[in-house]
């Protein structure tokens, strides 16, 4: 069972909505022009672009276990320093209900060593809110690792039943999780059959990429432990993963002349429709 976390401030009207709450639409509206103001036009990572169809894959599959809810969003509101209430939201990938229990999961789509930590980190925010309107908490981390051809560790098999899933308990700060680690093919070869993914080629584009990514860990590691100044490395590698987060390793497939191989063949594969599954090998 997760710990409680001692409550340091205050919020009242914790609720979960789905997404068509009109307050959630206004403030979704306002990420959005946020977002298309700060970040760069059409600049992703595979991961980046991989990731939301495989997301998407694990609620459908999710789905039909029967449990799933479509209030996946804690609509709540927080006092601010002048005592006044603001209201603000925080998304969960997705939220199940057996009983009188909610699952709370984060889906993780990532070659980063720190998927599972941030999603830890995100669970536990949510169950930090949620605790406080009396709900009965389980947490659950679907891991889809794109880095799965140089890890060590076990994946689990893949079940048609999301339920029927063989998950594992991990603890992290005092809170258990339920987690499992899939192969992504797994996953993306059931979107595909499903109809929920459409584009059969944007996998191997993301594994390529975590491939690479995975290369400059370990050049990276090499020149560390030789005490090698940073100012000597070679410029590919001085930019590491930053701020905790995923891998800021962006991409632009624009169509000037600056746009990159990889971009080339984003746009080849966004333009094959052709049916089949992806290799596991």
Sequence with gaps: MAHQRKHTYKLRNIKLVDDSDEDYCAYITNIQLANVRLRPKNQRSYSDIVAYP????????AKQSG???????????????DNTYEKRFKEIDLVYKIAEKHYLVEVKVSSSNKAVPNASKQLRTSYSILSRADFDLGLMIVHINLNYKNVETDFHPFNDNFLD??????????????????????????????????????????????DTLHEKRIKRQELKDNQIPQSEWPDELRNEESNNSEEQ???????GESSSLLADKLRAALQNKESGKISKK
């Design 54 to 61: 495989l997301e998407l894959t694990v609620r459908e599959w």
């Design 67 to 81: 449990a799933v809810l479509s209030e996946r969003i804690i609509s709540y509101e927080a006092l601010r320093r």
């Design 165 to 210: 899933n063989e998950f594992a308990e991990i603890q992290d700060k005092s809170v258990l999780y339920n987690y499992i680690q899939l192969k992504p093919h797994d996953v993306f070869n059931w979107g595909f059959e499903k109809g929920v993914i459409k584009y059969e080629n944007l996998l191997p584009l993301a594994i390529e990429e975590a």
């Design 249 to 255: 390793h962006f991409i632009s497939f624009g169509d």
